[in-house]
């Protein structure tokens, strides 16, 4: 099974370690053919606004669009979170977004780099898993059809942190920088070959 | 989890914003005009500065911490992470950059130093801190001190490469020096290096430093920013090479493409077509300053 990381900027290396640690071929994605006959792709942690920029300037932004309108299983960590989602609050005038969540999310929602902060979460079917947020996005709004996986409570209610609709799903903290590989073999195990 | 469970300032949530910097671009701007250009460009973050290095360089006397009024027009100006720099020791400018929720603090050989001894101590902060390095005892002593990213010093403000690739040659033999030794010669190794075993040990043992290894001083082009990556550059700091350009926003531009796309010449050639003139840049064996040798 193949599966995709997007590797126009970021954390690229990380998801690809824990892809190879779970036992899955990892391909890097810098241009439309890189889409072809993957199983599922990660979005990786970043800066958003790079990462949409460099889309649009590498021909992928188009055609990423209609595989992920026609089905392709994605995951998106952090910056990956924002491309998915259907609404960025405080982003740039021209932010766009793939609208694959039905989530609406508020870039670097919990602050600045000092704000950024780790603790333990607790992720349906896994247990206890450790959570990495990094000038992290914070969603402040859900359909009913986004599936939660798991919460966190930041003084203020919990809010969802990892979410799942269909073959989508997404997470405001960073499962790959950890070596934790048990929220990317949840992704993995959903995926089936094509 | 509450919040009294969460913390912030780890060395894993400090190292992870470099991470998250990895295969992009860090423009100096000096101004809020500057910064929307770099961050239209594709810039993953902005260092707010006064004076781009070049022009310290040309005007001489103390260069200190920007004014802190010119950060925050930045950091209202951008939403991706601001930097800036602090004087080589000077732990009172970094704790008021801290306080200004600057991203990242740069402690700066650009700057005049305000310590001849020594460096700042980076585990006392929360923000996390990049250091420059000449050679990998320097970037190991920085690690030790809390340093969460290393970039080569390069000769900041010249428009030439050639120190840059000089310090990232060196970075990666000695390395590979560590790696093929036998565990026996760590400690001698560790020694002529004058860095702290532990770290040693573990470079030899990985490969690779404990941190990011980016790469600053003199990129002026995006062939320069190709060829820092291809030794082995994760990211790249462009500092008076973009703003001291003909035409800075597509030099901007063409060093953010060739940034993700440096594996690929036919790529670089498109975006390097047409650029107008680089910086005009200085031979550095004329300097009278070496801003290099600023550390130690």
Request: aromatic share 4%.
């Amino acid at each position: 099974m193949r599966v995709g990381v997007l590797a126009l900027q970021g954390d690229v290396a990380e998801h690809r370690a824990t892809l190879d640690a779970l036992g899955v071929e990892a391909v890097d994605v810098r241009r439309p053919a890189d889409l072809d006959s993957l199983a599922g792709l990660i979005m990786p942690g970043g800066e958003s606004t790079a990462i949409a920029h460099l889309l649009g300037t590498s021909g992928l932004r188009s055609v990423l669009g209609e595989r992920l309108e026609t089905g392709l299983p994605v995951f998106g960590t952090c910056a990956g979170m924002i491309l998915l989602a259907s609404e960025v609050v405080d982003g740039r005038a021209d932010q766009w977004c793939y609208s694959r969540l039905d989530i609406a999310v508020r870039r670097n929602g919990y602050g600045r780099q000092v704000a950024s902060f780790e603790t333990t979460l607790e992720v349906s079917g896994l247990g206890t898993v450790p959570g990495v947020f990094i000038r992290a996005p914070r969603v402040l709004s859900w359909g009913p059809h986004v599936e939660v996986l798991a919460s966190h409570d930041h003084g203020d209610g919990p809010v969802p942190v990892l979410v799942r609709q269909g073959s989508a799903w997404a997470s405001a903290f960073h499962p790959e920088l950890t070596g934790d590989t048990r929220v990317h073999g949840l992704f993995v195990s959903s995926l089936t070959d094509r | 989890m509450s919040p009294e469970t969460s913390s912030t300032g780890s060395q894993l949530v400090k190292r992870g914003l470099a991470d998250m910097l990895r295969g992009g671009v860090i423009m100096d701007v000096v101004n809020p005009e500057q910064a929307k250009i770099a961050e239209d460009a594709g810039a993953v973050a902005v260092m707010a500065l006064e004076r781009v290095p070049s022009d310290i360089r040309r005007d001489g006397g103390v260069a200190r911490m920007s004014d802190p009024q010119m950060i925050q027009q930045i950091q209202a100006a951008v939403t991706i992470p601001v930097m800036a720099k602090a004087r080589i020791g000077h732990f009172a400018e970094a704790q008021i950059l801290e306080a200004l929720g600057v991203d990242y603090v740069d402690e700066s050989e650009v700057l005049t130093p305000a310590d001849e001894e020594n460096h700042i101590d980076k585990w006392a902060f929360t923000v996390p801190f990049v250091c420059g390095a000449t050679n990998l005892g320097e970037a190991l002593r920085r690690i030790a001190e809390g340093a969460c990213l290393i970039r080569s010093k390069g000769e900041a403000g010249t428009g030439n490469v050639v120190e840059a690739v000089r310090h990232l040659r060196t970075i990666n033999a000695q390395m590979r020096r560590l790696q093929s030794a036998d565990a026996s010669e760590l400690y001698a190794l560790a020694k002529d290096l004058g860095s702290p075993l532990a770290l040693v040990q573990e470079v030899a043992e990985t490969g690779h430093l404990p941190v990011p290894l980016f790469c600053a001083g003199g990129i002026s082009t995006p062939a320069d920013a190709s060829l820092v990556l291809q030794l082995g550059a994760e990211a790249v700091f462009v500092g008076s090479g973009i703003f001291k350009s003909e035409d800075p926003v597509r030099m901007a531009h063409a060093i953010v493409e060739t940034t993700t796309h440096y594996r690929d010449p036919a790529v670089v050639a498109k975006v390097s077509t047409g650029l107008g003139a680089a910086m005009r840049g200085a031979e550095t064996s004329t300097l009278e300053q070496r801003l290099a040798e600023r550390g130690w």
